[in-house]
């Protein structure tokens, strides 16, 4: 039996507020496939935090949320530029080359975010017939080794995809960890910073499967029912997810749930420090820590506490905190690693 799971904010339950919402939406009959209050709701919401042209579509799940989003904006022979490390790149099973047909452009980073100039790099067969065409940058934020991009960061990739016609995509499943880290709200690093699609993450965030495709760009708006329907990612009973988001986007839930999150990850990486043979692979600005550390210590606290490795012949591993991570439940995983460390 395992003390504490520090493998995923997946494996979190769902914060008590997200249980109201959901028991409160239960009550009575309400119109299918978000033709629903609950649903109106949330879209208002959604114009609310990330602007008056923002469009929000809830969704089952991140990876759906992702392949519905870059769906508006790509056409058979188009590619999309993403860091080496992205999620559609190495957790969604090729489904952007199998469901979407396109070809990804993967660029190594040492820290998982891009740059202009990577992008400036894989614009150079930009109407050659023999090449496929560069059409979306897709970034993730948080990334998916917890660093984040600033708003300046996000402006200046946003400038230069739309400088060469191309657009900005971003993967919000850690979103809210990402602004709670950075002080700022959501709009400053979506809206503001110039992103055309992005995915808003709720799952990883306290709800229970519910995500979102939010779109600023009006011109794709009139697709997203028809692409969401062919990615079957339509929910029948949408009320339910619609009043998880609109409960994250209420009084700041996203960020109450997600500034907890990361300060348990930094109360993590702050106990690390006096503990032998033990470093972080990159800076922690997020809820996710990566760290090497020995095999044998690795596996002598897998006895009791549930997390994998990264990069197994590396020594990574990585640890992630969640809503309701506690204190207590950190400096326990602490005593015990200090142990397996000295031992």
């Given at each position: 039996?395992?003390?504490?799971?520090?493998?995923?904010?997946?494996?979190?339950?769902v914060?008590?507020t997200?249980?109201?919402?959901?028991?409160?939406?239960?009550?009575?009959d309400?119109p299918?496939?978000?033709?629903d209050?609950?649903?109106?709701?949330?879209?208002?919401?959604?114009?609310?935090?990330?602007?008056?042209g923002?469009e929000?579509?809830?969704?089952?799940?991140?990876?759906?949320?992702?392949m519905?989003?870059?769906?508006?904006?790509?056409?058979?022979?188009?590619?999309?530029?993403?860091?080496?490390s992205?999620?559609?790149?190495?957790?969604?099973?090729?489904?952007?080359?199998?469901?979407?047909?396109?070809?990804l452009?993967?660029?190594?980073?040492?820290?998982?975010?891009?740059?202009?100039?990577d992008?400036?790099?894989?614009?150079?067969?930009?109407?050659n017939?023999?090449?496929?065409q560069?059409?979306?940058?897709?970034?993730?934020?948080?990334?998916?080794?917890?660093?984040?991009?600033?708003?300046?960061?996000?402006?200046?990739?946003?400038e230069?995809?739309?400088?060469?016609?191309l657009?900005?995509?971003m993967?919000?499943?850690?979103?809210?960890?990402?602004?709670?880290?950075?002080?700022?709200?959501l709009?400053?690093?979506?809206?503001?910073?110039g992103?055309?699609?992005?995915?808003?993450?709720g799952?990883?965030?306290?709800?229970?499967?519910?995500?979102?495709?939010?779109?600023?760009d009006?011109?794709?708006?009139?697709?997203?029912?028809?692409?969401?329907?062919?990615?079957?990612?339509?929910?029948?009973?949408?009320?339910?997810i619609s009043?998880q988001?609109?409960?994250?986007?209420?009084?700041?839930?996203?960020?109450q749930?997600?500034?907890?999150?990361?300060?348990?990850?930094?109360?993590?990486?702050?106990?690390l420090?006096?503990?032998?043979?033990?470093a972080?692979?990159y800076?922690?600005?997020?809820?996710?820590?990566?760290?090497?550390?020995?095999?044998?210590?690795?596996?002598?606290?897998?006895?009791?506490?549930l997390?994998?490795?990264?990069?197994?012949?590396?020594g990574?591993?990585?640890?992630?905190?969640?809503?309701?991570?506690?204190?207590?439940?950190?400096?326990?995983?602490?005593?015990?690693?200090?142990?397996?460390?000295?031992?």
């Open positions: 039996m395992y003390s504490k799971s520090f493998a995923s904010d997946n494996h979190a339950g914060h008590p997200i249980l109201e919402a959901i028991a409160t939406a239960n009550h009575g309400a299918a496939y978000g033709d209050s609950w649903t109106s709701t949330f879209q208002g919401k959604a114009k609310e935090v990330f602007g008056a923002a929000g579509f809830p969704v089952l799940n991140g990876a759906g949320a992702n519905v989003g870059l769906a508006l904006m790509l056409g058979r022979f188009d590619a999309i530029i993403c860091a080496e992205a999620h559609i790149a190495t957790h969604e099973a090729g489904a952007s080359e199998r469901l979407l047909g396109v070809k452009m993967t660029v190594p980073t040492n820290d998982g975010k891009l740059r202009p100039d992008i400036k790099a894989r614009l150079g067969g930009i109407g017939p023999h090449e496929s560069p059409t979306v940058v897709s970034i993730s934020q948080a990334t998916e080794v917890g660093t984040c991009y600033s708003p300046a960061e996000i402006a200046a990739l946003a230069t995809a739309h400088a060469a016609g657009r900005l995509h993967d919000g499943a850690r979103l809210a960890n990402a602004a709670a880290h950075l002080g700022s709200d709009k400053a690093i979506t809206t503001d910073a992103v055309d699609v992005f995915s808003f993450g799952t990883k965030n306290g709800a229970l499967a519910a995500e979102a495709v939010v779109v600023l009006s011109t794709l708006s009139r697709a997203v029912p028809f692409l969401r329907r062919q990615s079957l990612q339509l929910a029948s009973k949408m009320r339910f009043a988001l609109t409960a994250l986007l209420t009084d700041d839930l996203w960020r749930n997600a500034d907890h999150a990361n300060q348990m990850a930094t109360r993590l990486a702050h106990g420090e006096d503990i032998p043979g033990v972080l692979a800076p922690v600005q997020s809820n996710a820590l990566f760290a090497v550390l020995p095999q044998s210590v690795a596996e002598t606290l897998r006895q009791r506490y997390f994998h490795y990264w990069d197994e012949p590396a990574v591993v990585r640890w992630m905190t969640a809503f309701d991570t506690t204190a207590e439940h950190v400096d326990d995983f602490l005593d015990d690693l200090r142990k397996a460390a000295t031992a």
